[in-house]
């Protein structure tokens, strides 16, 4: 069977992180249906355990900028959205229904954070068809106490993803998508397996440019996994984590 690329698998393809973005809005039109493609995403057991954020006031988006790793670019983006994994209205749901509510764990948290995700991701891929782009932002599970007060969060509810969405320049559109992996090191056939140290080398070859393996993965260590706003987030989360309820067998 000759299977040809489409246009949605092709703009998976060329889809990249877009930050800078042409001074014009984006149609209310178009915005709606970024949000409602959203909220038709898979969902598990139906409950879309998320809630999505649509920061228009400019100073809060000033704010967010702030607070996510000093990133000016984001204040400057027509479309800013939080996708919040939310175990707390459903919680709320239970409880005005009379039910012994226990409190929500980790394992629902993780859920929602799938859901969120998948929901985050639809409109990713809604904005690129009609050339909108747009770029994660990580940042946003970070200074936990200072981002739940912008965002008036409460209990039970973590700030799993934030996006903005633009209009990219004509620099950004012939910007190079940076390279991905090699398949074979990503796909496992049935189960996990380790990979030894010269597939490792093998598959980070490519991103070693003129420096050895040994030199670019320090430097890279260095820049994210050991940084700053590394352990930061690590923190940050794990301050959100106090709020669920521990497993206990019944």
């Known amino acids: 069977m000759d299977v040809k690329m489409n246009e949605v698998v092709e703009s998976l393809y060329k889809r990249k992180s877009v930050r800078v973005y042409e001074e014009r809005e984006i149609p209310e039109e178009m915005k709606d249906m970024i949000l409602e493609s959203a909220v038709q995403a898979p969902t598990a057991g139906c409950q879309q355990l998320y809630t999505i954020l649509d920061i228009t006031d400019q100073e809060l988006k000033e704010a967010l900028a702030e607070s996510c790793d000093h990133q000016p670019f984001i204040a400057k983006a027509p479309l800013v959205l939080v996708f919040c994994a939310d175990c707390k209205k459903w919680y709320d749901a239970y409880k005005e229904a009379g039910c012994d509510a226990r409190i929500p764990g980790t394992g629902d948290l993780m859920l929602a954070i799938t859901d969120t995700a998948i929901a985050a991701q639809n409109a990713v891929v809604a904005a690129e068809s009609f050339g909108i782009g747009s770029c994660y932002i990580g940042d946003i599970m970070e200074k936990c106490e200072e981002n739940r007060k ?67 993965c320090s430097a890279f260590y260095n820049r994210k996994y050991n940084s700053d706003f590394a352990k930061e987030m690590s923190r940050s989360v794990s301050k959100y984590l106090e709020q669920y309820g521990k497993y206990t067998e019944i």
């Open 150 to 216: 912008l965002l008036n969060l409460p209990d039970y509810v973590f700030p799993a993803a934030m996006l903005v969405f633009g209009w990219p320049t004509k620099q950004q559109i012939e910007r190079q998508k940076p390279k991905r992996c090699d398949r074979k090191h990503i796909v496992h056939e049935n189960t996990y397996r380790s990979m030894d140290g010269e597939e490792l080398r093998e598959m980070f070859a490519y991103k070693c440019n003129n420096s050895t393996y040994d030199e670019w």
